[in-house]
C-alpha cells in the first residue's frame, strides 16, 4: 500500500521538480502554479505547510494536480520526494 505519509514539504518539493512554480503564499498555505508546454493547461493548487497533511486533504491535492488515482500519485509523490 502506498504511503500517505507526506508533509507539505515533501509535496511542495515533488512538485516544484516537476515544473510547478511558486505563486503565493497565505498564512500557512502556498499556492503553486503549472502551465503544461504543450497544451498550455494550467492547474492550480494550494498545499498548507503541515507536518502531516491528512488523507481527505491530500486527495483534494492529487484532484488539484489531475491525479486520476489517488494511491498512484502517493506513490509517485513518495518516489520522487
Known amino acids: 500500500m502506498a504511503t500517505t505519509d507526506f508533509s507539505?514539504?515533501?509535496?511542495?518539493?515533488v512538485l516544484r521538480k516537476h515544473g510547478y512554480?511558486?505563486?503565493d503564499r497565505t498564512g500557512s498555505h502556498v499556492k503553486l502554479r503549472y502551465r503544461h508546454p504543450e497544451t498550455g493547461e494550467v492547474r492550480n493548487v494550494t498545499v498548507p505547510m503541515y507536518?502531516?497533511?491528512d488523507v481527505d486533504i491530500l486527495q483534494k491535492i492529487a484532484r488539484q494536480c489531475g491525479a486520476n488515482d489517488f494511491r498512484e500519485w502517493?506513490?509517485?509523490i513518495d518516489r520522487h520526494r
Open 51 to 53: 507536518r502531516r497533511i
Open 74 to 76: 502517493c506513490e509517485w
Open 21 to 23: 512554480r511558486s505563486i
Open 8 to 13: 507539505g514539504r515533501d509535496i511542495i518539493k
